[in-house]
């Protein structure tokens, strides 16, 4: 039967009231009256549930600005709703019937619309939704199908290196979007060399037309390409199942309508669309309401993935469900101190309070708010679809994540500084999300504005970046970026970091040497006395006890900074390291075998590290700063990525 989103009743005519009064209403779903349908005015603020016998007493408030109406909404039917003409002792009834329940292969999404600020036409969803819509377009949601980074990643390829700066192999491979094949300089084992898609389409590209699920990322064209998580993608999430596979391959479960339109002006399909809101009756929109959309397990449905072994085997028992942690945000979230009362979109989805409805109809043209328009919602109750995030420096989100503090002292000409970070935020660790993020410490110390020697404690790890490592110390060294002048750093391996991660991690399964963070315990600093096709000298050379030795680059990070390799410096740093069959870190996920480390930072948790310097003063000054790292740097030197740090906090004392 098809549905009729806003139907009327004659009722009976009494003169307009401005005091509330009762109503009895009863909600029909495809002619039987119905137990346990919603029912509440339009743009007001309670809701009801029917009886047994269908019905239920209903308070209307004659206040409310525009059409008066009550609304009824069930899971498997469009929202309805009846027109009011004042008091009557009549039931009013609401009729409902049910949609089409398939899933329609044959649908094409919807066109989102172009650039903010152009009304095109109402094919578009911007046509009526400019701030919502304006919002979306800044977003990194409508760059995730085309984002270069990601396509550099899923075909292993440097598209922005030149073929004389190739360190891989020049290839052809093909062009996103296009599917055109162009020539770019491979660096790493691609996505398809695994034998499976990845399931990045599934969340990267959701809106490609036909079968949902498994599709390749190089599917993705036209708007499934261009705009990525789109608005006719997500309403069309139909329900959440959590724990399934990520995306659009089972967590969200997609409903493209599938019963014929009843007018040219709505398309092929008779319009449905599920949202937040009991109370949209627009007909073009064709609304079923969904609480999900106020709920974090929505967002879980492509922030939270487990991954069975793509490009090798994964030890069972250190992984027994056979997968291991990608994305986790959910799951943090989930087990920490802002379940339930901040969901997600609390902070990455703020407060539009400049606008009074998710339409923004009643203000550009001054529409009536009821059915056509919508009604105004409270100031806050519309969210801005930005989803601010580490990529959004006006979302202001990395510098509310992070604290950092410092302690010292002074004692036998040895400064020593004690450095917190702290997660004082967000709902999850810090860094979240995409495991190729990192967190870096960097810490100096000063006496009249030099700088002081370092004489021992914590420094930035592998995945900080470094101009050259190795673990073979025997001289000559192999550090080819090595040249005369240039400081070599010595560490012995003095055991491993204990620390509360995520998962295993911090919940007691894994030992303190199966966390896998090594500690290093500096030995000296030597100077690089030669460099010759044998390899470095140092001068004095290799200490006793080494080993590894490292090539410290003088540098020190800057917000909107390119980044430098900062391996070996007092510091420290926090990531989820994910390793392949080789042992290489920070790996591109679906390389990866293992999670050798996880030391990201839990909501309110905090760890403290330790740096000692030579002093030269007694006042000394000592400068500590966290940045993020969109990926690491050894990575961003392969595929030719620029890579910028971003400020989180900073201290000095």
Known sequence: MESAPVDSLDTIDTAPSTESYALTVRVMVDGVATEGVTVMQGGGHEAWTTGADGTVAVTIDPAIAGDHYVVAGHPECRNGGTELDGPTSEIVEVELDRFDPSDNVDYTFRDPGDAPGEMNTSAQCSHCHLSIHEAW????????????????????????????????????????GSGAQVSACVVAASVAST????????????????ELGGRDLLDATD??????????????????????????????RLLRPSEPSASPAFGDWAPLTFGPYLDVLNPNMGSAWRE?????AFCGGCHQLEQGPLAGTIDL????SGGIPIHSTFEEWSEGPMNPSAPCQSCHMPPLSE??????????????????????????????????GPRQPEGGMLGLAAWVDIEKEVDAGVLTARVTVKNTGPGHAIPTGEPMRNLVLAVEATCEGAALDFAGGDVVPSFGGSLGC?????????????????????????????????????????SVAEKGLPRWRWLDDGVV?????????????????????????????????????LMGLPGFAFARVLVDANGNEMVPHHLAVDVQSDNRILPSQSFTTEHQFVATCDVPEVHAILVHRAYPWSVAQSYGWTLTDSVMDEARR
């Open 292 to 296: 999900e959309f106020h709920e974090a």
């Open 355 to 388: 606008v009074g409805n998710s339409s923004d109809l009643y203000t550009e043209i001054d529409a009536i708010p009821g059915v056509a328009a919508g009604w105004e919602r409270p100031p806050g109750d519309v969210r801005q679809h930005a989803w601010w």
């Open 195 to 210: 034998g499976s898609s990845g399931g990045c389409a599934d969340c990267h590209a959701p809106g490609i037309d036909g």
């Open 470 to 510: 190795t673990d073979s110390v025997a001289e000559p060294l192999d550090l080819p970026a090595a040249s005369v002048g240039m400081t070599v750093r010595f560490f012995a391996r003095d055991g491993d970091y204990d620390y509360t991660g995520h998962g295993p991690f911090g919940d007691g399964q894994f």
């Open 317 to 320: 028992a250190r992984w027994p």
């Open 223 to 252: 708007f499934a390409y261009e705009y990525g998580v789109h608005c006719d993608v997500c309403h069309r999430v139909e329900s959440v199942h959590q724990g399934e596979a990520a995306g659009v391959a089972g967590w969200l």
């Open 529 to 565: 006395a030669s460099v010759d096709a044998s390899g470095v000298r140092v001068a004095r050379g290799v200490p006793e006890g080494s080993e590894r030795a490292v090539l410290i680059a003088d540098s020190f990070p800057a917000d909107g900074a390119t980044a430098d390799p």
């Open 137 to 176: 377009w800044s977003s990194p949601h409508r760059t995730a199908a085309k984002n270069p980074t990601v396509h550099d990643v899923y075909q292993g390829m440097a598209v922005g290196v030149a073929q004389a700066d190739c360190g891989g192999t020049w290839s052809t491979v093909s062009e996103p």
